[in-house]
């Protein structure tokens, strides 16, 4: 224990010791509150008030947001999709689990970045509401146990935490009728296709994968907080597989309980490490502010491992079997990790991220880690709930 507190806090010294010019980067791009208000139908104090930590980053950062905003709404295709795509294919389609997916990751985004008065937006989100309900219907989106490589659990997943909070916001209340009732079948799916021993995974059934049980376990807490019935020991069994998933390094296996002969190297974990910590802390133990602090650090020292792998060829490749999907998928959890930073450490943080993000934006204000051009809506909606920082909100937490 007393290395790995040597370990977090010389990694946390140097996150300090570049802060200052990471604040002085920021200044170039600054908007005044004119600007961060134009065509959104609210003022910038409307909008710091929407945030629990009235910052410089949340006004620093708003035209940028609305230029993604914009770009999300832009792309939507046709049918009212934003279907993520990767290599994976069903009968030669996009599988339907990341349509549904990816289009509730987008809806979500513009859910808490755009105002309640946001025309295109809310017909973006209805339409993608739309979509949802639609593809939910389809056969390959029914519960499934069977033990294969199958990504609808993703789609049941976002489904879900999207749903439960349009209806904590209160937003488009006219489209609850329909989705009251999806709410209580999405619920009823993950417990069905929840893996003996916790977690869910979507390559096998075999064991659990820490990154699939992280945002799996947020749903079912947003589930919980939108009053449905959630058996605790859901909970109890999901939280004791991610614990057996982590290694005293802090890194969290791909599958499974971590190995002792084999053990996860940190640099193939920061991007999924920041979110596995914030889903303990949210399931009730309130003890990890450390390990909170060193999965972020951690994320920031081995970045440049994450750049490596984004917008190239193939899946689990390198010396640290990295993903490309990870990229944005650590940045967007690493912004809900800060969440549990000591207040007066926060703007700080938040500013070091979106400056990282700020990194690898696209020209036309879009960000994507795949070679796929369609994935940017995924890239884009996941970086957009990292720049939000404190105004996308985290599930009510878990009792201890």
Same mark, same amino acid.
């Given at each position: 224990m007393n290395c790995f507190r040597l370990r977090a806090v010389s990694r946390l010294a140097l996150a300090s010791a570049t802060a200052c010019c990471l604040l002085l980067a920021n200044t170039l791009i600054t908007n005044d509150r004119a600007a961060a208000s134009q065509d959104t139908g609210t003022s910038s104090q409307e909008v710091k008030q929407k945030s629990a930590t009235v910052n410089e980053y949340g006004e620093g950062y708003e035209k940028l947001i609305e230029r993604a905003v914009a770009r999300l709404i832009e792309i939507q295709e046709e049918d009212g999709a934003w279907p993520y795509e990767g290599v994976y294919r069903v009968r030669r389609q996009i599988p339907v689990g990341y349509r549904v997916g990816g289009t509730a990751i987008v809806c979500e985004a513009l859910l808490y970045a755009t105002p309640t008065n946001h025309e295109a937006a809310n017909t973006a989100i209805s339409r993608g509401i739309e979509i949802i309900l639609k593809d939910l219907e389809h056969p390959l989106m029914k519960p499934s146990t069977e033990n294969r490589y199958d990504v609808r659990v993703w789609g049941h997943i976002f489904a879900?935490?999207?749903?439960?909070?349009?209806? $904590?916001?209160?937003?488009?209340?006219?489209?609850?009728?329909v989705i009251e009732p999806k709410i209580d079948w999405l619920l009823a799916t993950l417990l069905e296709e929840e893996i003996p021993g916790g977690g869910w995974n979507y390559a096998n059934r075999r064991a659990h994968a820490a990154f699939v049980s992280a945002p799996a376990l947020q749903a079912l807490l947003w589930a919980k907080s939108a009053? &449905?019935? %959630? /058996?605790?020991?859901?909970?109890? @069994?999901? &939280?004791k597989a991610m614990l057996a998933s982590r290694n005293d390094e802090g890194a969290y296996r791909y599958s499974g309980a971590e190995s002792q002969r084999r053990p996860t190297a940190l640099p193939g974990s920061v991007a999924r490490s920041a979110g596995c910590e914030a889903t303990l802390t949210l399931l009730g133990d309130n003890t990890r502010g450390e390990q909170i602090a060193f999965s972020l650090s951690a994320f920031y020292e081995h970045w440049d491992e994450l750049e490596k792998r984004r917008q190239k060829s193939g899946t689990h490749e390198g010396p640290y079997s990295i993903a490309p999907y990870y990229f944005y998928y650590g940045h967007r959890y690493a912004g809900q990790a800060i969440s549990f930073l000591p207040e !007066?450490?926060?703007?700080?943080?938040? +500013?070091?991220?979106?400056?990282?993000l700020l990194k690898t934006?696209? /020209? +036309?204000?879009?960000?994507? +880690? &795949?070679?796929?051009? @369609? !994935? @940017? $809506?995924?890239?884009? $909606?996941? !970086? %957009?709930?990292?720049?939000?920082?404190d105004r996308a909100p985290l599930p009510p937490t878990q009792a201890p």
């Open positions: 879900l935490d999207f749903f439960c909070r349009l209806k $904590a916001l209160g937003r488009l209340t006219e489209k609850m009728e009053g &449905r019935q %959630v /058996p605790e020991e859901v909970f109890v @069994r999901g &939280r !007066s450490e926060r703007m700080q943080a938040y +500013d070091r991220l979106a400056q990282t934006k696209e /020209p +036309d204000d879009t960000w994507n +880690d &795949r070679v796929f051009a @369609r !994935s @940017r $809506a995924f890239g884009t $909606a996941f !970086s %957009v709930l990292a720049l939000l920082g």
